[in-house]
């Protein structure tokens, strides 16, 4: 999964500064697909440590008032986990790949770059849940 979405990324990127002279809107699409691989790039690798943290907290839970919070740490991890899988699954629905020699006309430049700054807004919250939900599991497991 992680391989074709890496590829998709970097051939778009490819496509959009093969020119010498880039318009303005590709190279705002440029500098928003940057910003967006870059979030991806920070929190890709901490889907290694969301998996631990789910099965050390699966081991925890139980009835209890201290196993329900870490069944609902577990979950909250879980979907976050969840989210990355499925935001990048839509990601490169989105976004595919496109072989080199195809031009992008100025209308579907445009749609490009409002679909986006949409991913932007969506990766941006992603790392916030990530990171809330690492956060918070960890400080549960301390607890204990």
């Known amino acids: 999964m992680k391989i074709p979405f890496i590829y998709s990324i970097l051939t778009l990127l490819a496509i959009f500064t093969s020119c ?3 318009s303005k809107e590709e190279q705002e699409f440029d500098i ?3 910003k967006v691989i870059d ?5 890709m690798p901490k889907m290694g440590e969301m ?3 789910i099965k050390e907290l699966e081991t925890k839970i139980d009835t209890t008032a201290q196993g329900q ?3 609902k740490a577990q979950q909250d991890v879980k979907d976050a986990y969840d989210f990355m899988m499925s935001w990048m699954s839509e990601f490169s629905d989105t976004f595919p790949h496109q072989e080199e020699d195809q ?3 100025a209308e579907k430049m445009s749609l490009q770059i ?3 700054q949409k991913e932007e807004v969506k990766v941006n919250k992603l790392k916030d849940q990530i990171n809330a939900s690492i956060e918070n599991a960890k400080q549960i497991l301390k607890k204990s």
């Open 20 to 22: 010498n002279q880039l």
């Open 32 to 34: 928003l697909m940057q």
């Open 39 to 43: 979030v991806h790039d920070e929190v």
């Open 51 to 53: 998996s631990g943290i």
């Open 69 to 71: 919070s870490y069944a």
């Open 103 to 105: 031009k992008v006309d």
């Open 114 to 116: 409002k679909l986006l």
